[in-house]
């Protein structure tokens, strides 16, 4: 009897070994002459674009079956109209991998209904990068360093494109917990058009990640004078002498609960530009594209053309991801009640 | 002196007289056949094609490698003109423009010479943008930075008015037109606090409404407006697209010809490419609508437009391929890319491990590499016009062809065009819609390229209009740029007033004039049941708008203020515009008609019934088609509904509607699936069987 049962046993294991097998032939076949379509939530020669296009160049060659990989903007809202598409419209295929401000994560934590999904749901490749929010101002406004804006009674104008966003957020948290004066001004597409706003001196200023500022905002970096860019305060360690200097956010609030405040919005930074499949991806294609994901970012062509173009990358596996949203979404009352600004409230009674 | 040097050493770069110009050309020759056919497809978009070129840039020198994307770029708005002129079809969003005149010359017979036209000036026009670049480079700066929020709002208006006040005889029915276009840009997510405006969810659900969270696609909207018209009246007249058979004069060098007679305008409507290509943030798309506007505002005759004018060909086929050399100033210059496919190209900087800006315009580092793409933009739109003219006059003979062999194509590429949008059927249905709007507005004489220009314009005059606010309170009325825009804007729309003042005046003298034979003027009757019809579309109008208050006073504008504040400063004039184009239709009874009104080609009389029945059996079809391809995918459906189409609808012999089968499939299956890979879907029988 009990052979017999070792043996029922045995045969069951080897099916499902065979049928793992095959499945995993399947999934090799795949993605042959297959299309991969990553949706960037941003408009194009941004930070999100210029690094997911870096990425797509070269991740084919580590996913059995080689798929073409093509790149596209869906641009809008901050990347909220991306997110909801992985989230909700794009089939769970493995084919399409989108590619949002990971900051949504946090705005659906604190109740924003617009954001149709929970960061547990959705499927996380990796990122390429962590975060470092950083605040920068040109030139011309005479502010040298953040004691400069803090003590200054001039109206500095921060662009930004929309709530949900570090162009947005990070200026509005830094006036609620640092004390800063930044009026920010709303509807700039992307970063691209700000930086050309700030060469108008139509905004003074903006806040948003060093890894892509550094790369896209190079030429305003290096220029001389009023018409130069100067990075004022950041957040964690870029490991670049550029802004090493900086004083960190962290370490000029001052209270508790400013600075809990603070941490939990900040919390999202720990992966940055993420890569992302809709709810209900086979595991076997999560797992695929995460391997190749990971291999990406150690391609020597892909790291010779990041450095070459400097961009930053500092890898953030999958499994870490979802260990940070799971933080995210245990995020303490108190200081979702204090983020609660973050999220529009309706105006009006019904 | 130095310029100068790297002036001419970027021309030698890229010729086949030395090792390094032999290998630019034979790439810029590579690119620019991608580009070609890029063009000539409407499915396929240049930067898409532009981003799967990518990757083979790596193993080249700079110079190579901008000679082969910027070879397929710089060509794609002068061959996206031939589908527009032939078939109605936008070959590339950037090229919509083209058909308003184009597709007409096309149906009087005049398909060579309105192509002629449209290459030739393309040809100026590329020329003059890469000239423009070549001299906006010292002074670049300022001309990029001239433009703040509160200008590019009045860009805009300006845009919209220019293009609105085209409409002729019903200057109600423009605005309303282009009041509607910028209702379709608030579709969506609002640009500053992502509210959804007008998702009509409770209509469509879930997911329609979240289909609309991205806005309305303008290529599914313009593909819909322009195409599926003359696809139903190609159709229903039968015969070729081509009505008549004008000879010589429909021929190719006197295309070439006009484009020189109209110099001033070719010149101007360059100008107004180039300067709106360097304007990061608008995109390719208003330049050629601009252009086109400006084509029709400086005519003496503005009757002409719309159903053939040469000026009409010229204007947007200079302007289109102007853009392309201002569109590269702000990627050199700064870094910023003005559109997608720039975007893509500043890719390619990164690859090359160049930083856009100052080194572009240092003579120690790169100024001969920017010198090379103004020669590269010249010499491949010289190479494209050239074997373009070789073929021309054959490639016009194809609206000679019967109307029923070209049908089954052309409504497989325009839902191709749609699908290829998102890759969704959404954008199909899109298509059908706009396709119906489009065929009626065209019935009752309502002006398409207004809602266009709405639709192309709104989200960017929305965002700035607020930013404007935001930064300067009210003052932003009172910048000397907005100014100066404001008093375009009344020139605009006062100086058309004014020539049809002398016109009239002019009548009135040659009236007075005895020994002048008198115009012939008699007013006829308009037969109540057509003004009922009128009206009735009219009101359609009326509908939307006040659809448009009702959300902004009860539907999302309730909570939301913000978000509803555009709607209202649109939607207000919009619903009295279009109430006074109401009470115009059903207030007029008689018309006017002169004897010296512009021929229109001869149309060939159908008897009613027989166009009843052939408008029914076009309008199955084209559900038909629709249907097939959701239900089998389009490499089927490019067999059995092409098949169908010919043998049953078209009752043409076996063996040609055979022939015309295998050739669409091989076009479809060969061209698409098998060398483009274009994400086809599988049809939903497919899905059922467990196929896909």
Redesign the interface.
């Known amino acids: 009897m009990m052979k017999r049962c070792l043996t029922l046993l045995t045969l069951v294991v080897v099916l499902a070994l065979a049928a793992g097998a095959s499945t995993a032939a399947l999934g090799e076949e795949f993605y042959k002459?297959?299309?991969i379509?990553f949706i960037v939530g941003f408009?194009?020669?941004g930070g999100y674009?210029?690094y997911t296009?870096?990425a797509a160049?070269h991740i084919s060659k580590y996913i059995p079956g080689n798929p073409?990989p093509?790149?596209?903007?869906?641009t809008?809202?901050?990347s909220?109209?991306a997110a909801?598409?992985i989230a909700?419209?794009a089939k769970p295929d493995g084919?399409t991998v989108g590619v949002w401000n990971g900051a949504y994560v946090l705005q659906q934590v604190l109740g924003d209904r617009?954001v149709?999904f929970r960061g547990d749901q959705i499927g996380w490749v990796g990122a390429p990068v962590k975060g470092f929010p950083t605040c920068a101002v040109m030139g011309y406004t005479g502010l040298k360093r953040i004691q400069d804006v803090m003590k200054s009674g001039k109206r500095i104008?921060i662009g930004a494109t929309?709530?949900?966003g570090t162009t947005h957020d990070l200026p509005v948290i830094l006036n609620r917990t640092l004390g800063t004066n930044f009026d920010v001004?709303?509807?700039?597409?992307g970063t691209?058009?700000i930086?050309?706003?700030m060469?108008?001196r139509?905004?003074d200023g903006a806040c948003w990640g060093w890894e892509s500022m550094s790369?896209?905002a190079?030429?305003m970096l290096?220029a001389k004078g009023d018409d130069r860019l100067i990075p004022i305060l950041t957040h964690d360690d870029a490991n670049d002498p550029e802004i090493k200097h900086l004083p960190q956010v962290a370490d000029l609030i001052k209270g508790e609960d400013n600075l809990a405040t603070f941490r939990a919005w900040v919390a999202q930074y720990a992966f940055q530009r993420p890569l992302s499949l809709p709810p209900g991806t086979p595991k076997a294609r999560l797992n695929t594209l995460r391997k190749a994901y990971a291999a990406t970012l150690k391609d020597p062509?892909f790291l010779a053309?990041a450095k070459?173009?400097k961009l930053i990358i500092k890898y953030v596996s999958g499994p870490e991801i979802e260990k940070h949203v799971a933080t995210l979404l245990a995020t303490p009352a108190k200081a979702k009640e204090a983020l609660q600004f973050l999220v529009?409230k309706?105006?009006?009674k019904? | 002196m130095e310029y100068l040097d790297s002036f001419y050493s970027g021309l030698i770069n890229i010729l086949p007289f030395s090792t390094q110009g032999q290998s630019s050309f034979l790439f810029m020759l590579l690119g620019i056949s991608i580009g070609f056919v890029v063009g000539l497809l409407p499915g396929l978009g240049g930067a898409t094609t532009l981003a799967l070129m990518l990757p083979f840039i790596y193993k080249m020198d700079p110079t190579t490698a901008f000679a082969f994307l910027l070879g397929s770029n710089a060509v794609t708005a002068t061959t996206g003109d031939i589908t527009s002129v032939l078939f109605g079809v936008p070959g590339e969003g950037i090229t919509a423009a083209t058909i308003v005149d184009g597709h007409p010359m096309a149906k009087k017979g005049e398909a060579g010479r309105a192509l002629g036209a449209a290459l030739m000036s393309s040809l100026v026009g590329a020329v003059f943008g890469a000239f423009a670049l070549a001299l906006a480079i010292p002074l670049v700066k300022p001309l990029v930075l001239s433009i703040g929020a509160a200008e590019f709002f009045m860009l805009a208006i300006v845009g919209i008015t220019f293009v609105a006040s085209l409409s002729g005889r019903n200057i109600f029915k423009g605005l309303t037109a282009g009041a509607l276009g910028l209702v379709l840009a608030m579709v969506g997510l609002d640009p500053i606090e992502s509210v959804p405006r007008f998702t009509l969810e409770p209509i469509l659900g879930e997911g329609g409404g979240l289909f609309l969270w991205d806005g309305v696609a303008l290529v599914a909207v313009t593909v819909g407006l322009f195409a599926i018209p003359e696809i139903v009246d190609l159709a229903v007249q039968e015969g070729a697209i081509a009505k008549q058979n004008v000879g010589k004069l429909g021929g190719v060098w006197q295309g070439v010809k006009d484009t020189f007679i109209h110099w001033k305008l070719v010149l101007r409507c360059s100008a107004i490419g180039a300067y709106i290509g360097l304007l990061p943030g608008l995109g390719g798309g208003p330049a050629q609508w601009i252009a086109y506007a400006h084509a029709v505002q400086s005519s003496p005759d503005k009757e002409r437009f719309g159903k053939g004018a040469i000026e009409g060909v010229l204007g947007p086929g200079a302007a289109n391929n102007s853009k392309e050399g201002g569109s590269l100033v702000p990627t050199i210059a700064f870094g910023v890319p003005g559109s997608v496919s720039m975007a893509i190209l500043l890719g390619a900087f990164i690859i090359q491990g160049i930083v856009p800006g100052p080194d572009l315009l240092d003579p120690d580092k790169y100024l001969t590499l920017t010198f090379s793409f103004v020669w590269i933009i010249v010499v491949s739109n010289i190479i494209t016009v050239a074997v373009c003219f070789l073929f021309l006059n054959q490639i016009a003979k194809i609206t000679f062809v019967k109307g029923t062999y070209l049908i089954p194509f052309l409504l497989l590429l325009v839902y191709l065009g749609g699908f290829a949008v998102k890759n969704s059927f959404g954008d199909m249905a899109m298509v059908l819609l706009f396709g119906t709007l489009g065929w009626f507005m065209v019935r009752f004489d309502w002006q398409r390229p207004p809602l266009l220009i709405g639709l192309v314009l709104g989200n960017i005059a929305e965002s700035n209009l607020f930013i404007a606010s935001k930064i300067y309170g009210l003052s932003w009325l009172i910048r000397p740029g907005v100014i100066l825009l404001f008093l375009l804007l009344l020139s605009g729309i006062l100086y058309p007033l004014y020539q049809n003042y002398r016109e009239k005046q002019k009548k009135i003298a040659a009236r007075l004039d005895a020994t002048q034979k008198p115009r012939s003027e008699t007013t006829e009757e308009i037969p109540k049941r057509t003004r009922l019809y009128n009206s009735l579309f009219a009101l359609f109008f009326v509908l939307i708008f006040a659809y448009v208050l009702r959300e902004v006073f009860f539907g999302f504008g309730e909570d939301e203020d913000r978000a509803a504040l555009f709607p209202l400063i649109i939607g207000i004039p919009g619903l009295i515009l279009a109430l006074s184009a109401f009470g115009k239709e059903v207030f007029t009874t008689t018309k006017v008609v002169t004897d010296d009104e512009v021929p229109s080609w001869e149309e060939p009389d159908v008897e009613p019934d027989v166009a009843r029945q052939r408008m029914i059996s076009i309008i199955m079809w084209t559900l038909g088609f629709f249907f097939s391809i959701w239900f089998v995918g389009f490499i089927y459906s490019s067999v059995i509904a092409t098949f169908l189409y010919l043998k049953v609808g078209g009752r043409e012999p076996w063996l040609m509607s055979i022939f015309l089968t295998i050739v669409a499939w091989l076009f479809f299956y060969g061209l698409f699936d098998y060398m483009l890979h274009l994400p086809f879907p599988d049809g939903q029988l497919q899905i059922w069987l467990g196929w896909a």
């Open positions: 002459g297959k299309t379509r408009s194009p020669g674009d210029t296009r870096a160049r073409v093509i790149v596209q903007n869906m809008g809202a901050g909220l109209i909801n598409y909700k419209r084919l617009k149709k104008k929309r709530a949900g001004i709303t509807g700039y597409s691209a058009t930086r050309i706003a060469q108008k139509e905004v790369v896209t190079r030429a290096d062509q053309e070459k173009s529009r309706k105006k009006k019904k």
